[in-house]
C-alpha cells in the first residue's frame, strides 16, 4: 500500500493538490475527473490500484493531472505512507470512501457488518483526516469535504448500521468545523440521497444483483455519481472564506428517505 503510479503528464507545481478516498469508482471516480477539470492536482487514493491507473489515464489523456495511490483507510501505516508522499499545497480532502453492508433489522443483523461500516465509514474518515489536517493548514486554504448520505440525518428500518455509521461520521464533520473555527480550514458535508452507482448496492447485498436493482427500480431519474462531483466541485471552489455546512441532495423523485416515487 502507498506506492504512487504518476500519470503522463509532469505535474504543475503551482496547482493545488485534491486528495479523493474512495476514487476507484463511482462518487469518488467522478469527483476526481471533476476536480482535474478544475485544475487541481489529483491524488486518486483507493485500495484498487488497477482501477486507479485506469482513472488517471482517462484524467491525463484529456489534459488533468492525476497520480494513484494504493491506499486503505482503515490501516494506520497504509495513510501515514500516502500523507508522507504528498506533494504540497493539500488545499482539498475529499473524505469519499464508505459503504454498506446488509439491510438486517438490529434484532438479528451482523454486527462484524456493523463493526466494517463504522470503521470505514466514520473512523476511515477521522483517520486520514487527521493525518492531512496539518498540510491543510499549512496550505492557508484547506477544506475537509466529508461526502456523507441523508442516511445521516434520518433512520429507516433494517439500516441501524449503516446510519448509525453515517450519523457518526455528520457528528465528526460538526465537531471538528468547531474544533477548527478561526483556523483556515473549512469542513463542508455532503450529503446525497438516493444515487445510482455500479457498485455501492451491489456491495451492501453482497453481489446479488436483483436486490441491488431494486432499489432504483422504477425510480425515475435517480441521481448519478456526477451529480455529487458537481456539488463537491462546487462547493470546493466557492472563495474560501465561504463555508457551505451542509449541502443535502437528492433526486426529485426522493422526498425523504422513506418517500419515494416509482413509476408503475
Not at 98 to 126: F, K, Q, S
Not at 236 to 247: E, F, I, K, M, Q
Amino acid at each position: 500500500m502507498g506506492n504512487v503510479t504518476s500519470g503522463a503528464a509532469a505535474p504543475d507545481a503551482a496547482a493545488p493538490v485534491a486528495v479523493i478516498t474512495g476514487a476507484s469508482s463511482g462518487i469518488g471516480a467522478a469527483t476526481a475527473r471533476r476536480l482535474a477539470a478544475e485544475g487541481y492536482q489529483v491524488i486518486a487514493a483507493a485500495r484498487r490500484i488497477d482501477r486507479l491507473d485506469e482513472l488517471v489515464t482517462q484524467i491525463t489523456d484529456t489534459g488533468g493531472q492525476a497520480r494513484a495511490v494504493a491506499c486503505d483507510i482503515t490501516s494506520d501505516e497504509s495513510v501515514a505512507a500516502l500523507r508522507d508522499q504528498l506533494p504540497e499545497p493539500v488545499t482539498l480532502l475529499v473524505n469519499n470512501a464508505g459503504g454498506a453492508l446488509g439491510l438486517a433489522p438490529v434484532e438479528t443483523a451482523d454486527l462484524t457488518d456493523w463493526r466494517w461500516m463504522y470503521e470505514v465509514n466514520m473512523l476511515g474518515t477521522a483517520r486520514i483526516t487527521q493525518a492531512l489536517l496539518p498540510a491543510l493548514e499549512r496550505s492557508g486554504r484547506g477544506t475537509v469535504v466529508v461526502v456523507g448520505s441523508t442516511a445521516g440525518l434520518a433512520v429507516y428500518e433494517g439500516g441501524a448500521g449503516y446510519t448509525g455509521a453515517k450519523h457518526a461520521e455528520r457528528a465528526l464533520a460538526e465537531t471538528l468545523r468547531l474544533e477548527l473555527c478561526g483556523r483556515p480550514v473549512r469542513v463542508i458535508e455532503i450529503d446525497p440521497g438516493l444515487v445510482k452507482t455500479d457498485e455501492f448496492a451491489l456491495v451492501r447485498f453482497r453481489g446479488d444483483t436483483e436486490r441491488a436493482a431494486a432499489v432504483y427500480a422504477g425510480v425515475p431519474d435517480p441521481l448519478v455519481a456526477e451529480d455529487i462531483a458537481d456539488c463537491v466541485a462546487w462547493c470546493a471552489t466557492r472563495p474560501h472564506h465561504v463555508n457551505v455546512d451542509r449541502l443535502v441532495v437528492r433526486p426529485l423523485a426522493q422526498a425523504a428517505n422513506h418517500k419515494v416515487h416509482r413509476r408503475e
